[in-house]
C-alpha cells in the first residue's frame, strides 16, 4: 500500500510588519504582511517525523517577536510529546527554525552537509549573513555531532517511503525542503524557500538571500517536486491557517496540510 502521510503545520509565533520588509525589492503599497512562525509535522500512525524546532521565549523576547504559544504545547495539542520524538528535520540553522535546544533529547537530527557547513564557516564572518542564525543553536547541532545524533544529507535523500528530503539552496546554502506523500498527492514543506505564497508566484525573492540564482531555482525544483501548486506550502505564509482545514476544532492555528485546502492561496 501507498504510504499516507499526515501533515500538520502549527504556529508557534507572528511577526506584524509591512510588505516593503518581505521583498528584495520592496514594495510600491506596503500595506500590512505579517510573518506567522510554524513547526511541522508528518505522522504516519506511531510514527512521526518533527520538521524544525521553531524558538522558545527567550529567543522570542530577544528578537522582540510575539511567541503564540511553546513549541512543546503546539506538538502536545497534536498529542505528541517531545522527549519521546526520535527524527527532527532541520529545513535550515536560521534561529527561527533550529532553536528550541533542549526540546528533544532523544531525537536524531537530519541536516544537509551544506548547511552545518555554511554556518560554522567562512560565511558567519559576515553580520549580514549570520544575523538570523544564533550561535548557541549551531553550537548545540555540533555537540549532536559529537553524540552521534546528526544525520547528515547530501542532495536528496528518503527518510521513508514517500517521504524524501531535497536540497534547494538559496535562501541558506543548504536549505532543504521536504516532500512527502498524502492522500491528496505529493506536497512539498518549501520552508524558507518561500516565505509567502507571493516570493514564488510572483518571482520576488524574500530579501535574506545566500545567492539569488539558487533561489530562483528552488522555485522550479519545488513545482516539480510537487503535485501542483496547491501542493507547495510557504514557510511563513499566514494564509495558509486560513486555506487549510483545523486539525482540531477549537484551535484556529494547527492545519492539516494533507487534505484538500478550503480557502484561496492567491487571494
Ligand atoms: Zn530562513
Ligand atoms: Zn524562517
Not at 543553536?137 to 552521534?148: H, I, L, S, T
Request: net charge negative.
Amino acid at each position: 500500500m501507498d504510504p499516507r502521510y499526515e501533515i500538520y503545520a502549527i504556529r508557534y509565533a507572528h511577526l506584524p510588519r509591512t510588505a516593503r520588509h518581505n521583498f528584495i525589492d520592496g514594495d510600491a503599497h506596503d500595506g500590512p504582511m505579517p510573518l506567522d512562525y510554524f513547526v511541522w509535522v508528518i505522522r504516519d500512525g506511531g510514527r512521526h517525523w518533527v520538521v524544525d524546532t521553531g524558538f522558545d521565549a527567550a529567543m522570542a523576547a530577544q528578537r522582540r517577536r510575539q511567541l503564540i504559544r511553546p513549541v512543546e504545547a503546539g506538538l502536545e495539542a497534536i498529542g505528541i510529546d517531545p522527549a519521546g520524538v526520535e527524527d527532527v528535520i532541520i529545513s535550515h540553522m536560521h534561529y527561527d527554525h533550529a532553536g528550541n535546544q533542549q526540546l528533544f533529547p532523544r531525537a536524531r537530527y537530519h541536516l544537509q552537509d551544506e548547511e552545518m557547513a555554511f554556518c560554522t564557516g567562512r560565511a558567519m564572518c559576515h553580520g549580514l549573513m549570520r544575523a538570523p542564525f544564533d550561535a548557541a543553536d549551531v553550537q548545540a547541532m555540533v555537540g549532536r555531532v559529537f553524540k552521534d545524533r546528526v544525520v547528515f544529507h547530501d542532495g536528496d535523500a528518503e527518510l521513508a517511503p514517500g517521504l524524501t528530503l531535497h536540497r534547494v539552496g538559496g535562501h541558506t546554502r543548504g536549505l532543504q525542503v521536504v516532500r512527502v506523500a498524502t492522500r491528496r498527492g505529493w506536497v512539498v514543506l518549501a520552508s524558507d524557500a518561500a516565505h509567502f505564497y507571493a516570493n514564488w508566484r510572483q518571482r520576488r525573492p524574500f530579501p535574506i538571500v545566500e545567492n539569488i540564482t539558487a533561489y530562483l531555482e528552488a522555485f522550479r525544483r519545488i513545482e516539480q517536486l510537487a503535485d501542483s501548486p496547491r501542493h507547495v506550502i510557504p514557510g511563513h505564509d499566514p494564509r495558509v491557517l486560513s486555506c487549510y482545514p483545523r486539525a482540531l476544532p477549537d484551535v484556529a492555528d494547527i492545519v492539516r496540510l494533507d487534505l484538500d485546502p478550503v480557502g484561496d492561496q492567491d487571494a
